[in-house]
């Protein structure tokens, strides 16, 4: 988790892309493309509805390269778009199920994770299976939070981000990210049933 | 212990666990987790709950995905639309709804209350019956 550096020599691409070259674009979009694939298919859970959004994401930051004010790093401002486009996506979903009176086992709205799992590669099948039973139990964890800690949560732990730069991706105060993860972490770990240890029963 | 201070620790715990926590007050949490084995244990389980969540791989990037999306930017550049389409467009619209809607007013009828009822048989021609059945009596 680096810190942000001042500038970041992606905006001049992106000033090239606004001036109209399209070579400048592909080369953005190559730049990012996987980061950002990679995102839109942790929050929909579909790799599929995963393509379909980052083709958007993009072309929406192709028709906006005039008008942003370079700040930052290009990605935090591609992640914004991302995040912002698939939390609406997810907000028709849970719509769309409402009107059609559709119940979600999960929770109205939540990613679809309804695809099988990609073929393991692991050493032995226990330990493969122990990786998908993992798997399929943040999957659920991750289904039932809110769409803003599930947000938070994706940003920070599988993407890596810092709280600063989750902040800046979710246009929210540095503390807002803290606290929906520490709620998103309480929720996981009521999930699990784990058991909690007192810390005032420690000290007796 | 009180509630604030438990909740103010265990943000301090997960501050720690994401490296999110300043360095000086990350050194006296480690040596107070030192002190507290429940401190410790509690530590623990947060750092598995957060390791624990995992997932799978994602899909790989589809091979010419950048390539597919420049050409509909090249597309949209070549084709774009002004915005004094769109607004020409909104007012059509509009406009053609106005007249729909005029225009369909004026067809409707102007008194419903007058309208003939429909009958299943011809006033005249039962009229000329009855006429006919006169006839025959004596």
């Given amino acids: 988790m680096g810190a942000d550096l001042p500038t970041d020599p992606g905006w001049d691409a992106l000033a090239r892309v606004a001036a109209g070259d399209t070579g400048a674009f592909t080369g953005l979009v190559e730049t990012h493309q996987e980061r950002l694939l990679r995102l839109c298919e942790r929050l929909l859970g579909d790799p599929e509805e995963a393509r379909d959004a980052a083709q958007e994401v993009f072309l929406k930051a192709f028709r906006k390269a005039g008008e942003v004010r370079p700040l930052g790093q290009v990605y935090t401002w591609l992640y914004r778009i991302a995040v912002n486009h698939c939390l609406n996506k997810l907000r028709r979903r849970k719509l769309v199920r409402f009107l059609r009176l559709e119940t979600n086992p999960e929770e109205p709205g939540a990613p679809a994770f309804g695809l099988p799992d990609p073929p393991d590669t692991g050493p032995d099948p226990i330990s493969a299976l122990e990786a998908r039973r993992r798997w399929q139990s943040t999957r659920k964890a991750i289904a039932k939070l809110p769409d803003n800690q599930r947000a938070v949560l994706i940003l920070v732990r599988f993407e890596g981000l810092s709280y600063r730069q989750a902040a800046e991706v979710l246009g929210i105060t540095e503390g807002a990210v803290e606290s929906r993860l520490f709620r998103a972490m309480r929720r996981i770990a009521q999930e699990k049933d784990a058991p909690r240890v007192s810390r005032t029963e420690g000290k007796r | ?138």
């Fill in chain 2, 1 to 138: 212990m009180n509630r604030t201070m438990e909740v103010e620790l265990e943000l301090d715990l997960i501050r720690l666990l994401h490296g999110e926590l300043p360095e000086e007050r990350a050194r006296e949490l480690r040596a107070r987790m030192e002190r507290d084995p429940a401190l410790a244990k509690e530590y623990l389980r947060l750092q598995e709950s957060w390791e624990g969540l995992t997932l799978p791989p994602t899909a790989p990037v589809p091979p010419g995905f950048a390539q597919r999306i420049a050409a509909r930017a090249r597309t949209e550049q070549a084709v774009p639309t002004p915005g004094w389409v769109r607004i020409a467009a909104a007012l059509a619209l509009i406009l053609g709804t106005a007249v729909g809607v005029g225009v369909g007013g004026s067809w409707a009828p102007a008194d419903p209350v007058q309208e003939e009822e429909p009958s299943a048989v011809d006033g005249s021609l039962a009229e000329s019956y009855l006429t006919t059945l006169e006839d025959l009596e004596p």
